[in-house]
């Protein structure tokens, strides 16, 4: 049994903040790679940023200098603290987890999603 429940979306103003978290229910005896993804309307799913199995950080470059991706693994929790946030970035943000080395585009456990909403 797996789940992930991700919070912290929200509507934001233009050059605003916002921190999403993602609280992961994993097995305690395994090591994964973990990461956020997004999806606007009408477009394909992005991966924009992970930390693999390995703990080096990968982002997209959308998001490169604005987005910052942690986590706490002890209690298996991610975070994207997500600054400088334009209309762009309006999506529906997924974490996701995977036992493989690093995450592709189908990873093997999703969130359900938060909303993020930027404009004026």
């Known amino acids: 049994q797996v789940h992930m429940v991700e919070s912290g979306g929200g509507s934001v103003q233009p050059g605003g903040s916002l921190r999403l978290s993602c609280a992961a229910s994993?097995?305690?005896?395994?090591?994964?790679?973990m990461g956020w993804f997004r999806q606007a309307p009408g477009k394909q799913r992005v991966g924009i940023a992970q930390i693999n199995r390995d703990g080096r950080m990968y982002y997209d470059d959308s998001v490169k200098g604005r987005f910052t991706i942690s986590q706490d693994n002890a209690k298996n929790t991610l975070y994207l603290q997500m600054n400088s946030l334009k209309p762009e970035d309006t999506a529906m943000y997924y974490c996701?987890?995977?036992?493989?080395?690093?995450?592709?585009?189908?990873?093997?456990?999703w969130g359900q999603g938060t909303q993020v909403t930027v404009s004026s």
């Open positions: 994993l097995s305690s005896d395994s090591t994964y790679s």
């Open positions: 996701a987890a995977d036992r493989r080395r690093i995450l592709t585009i189908t990873p093997t456990y």
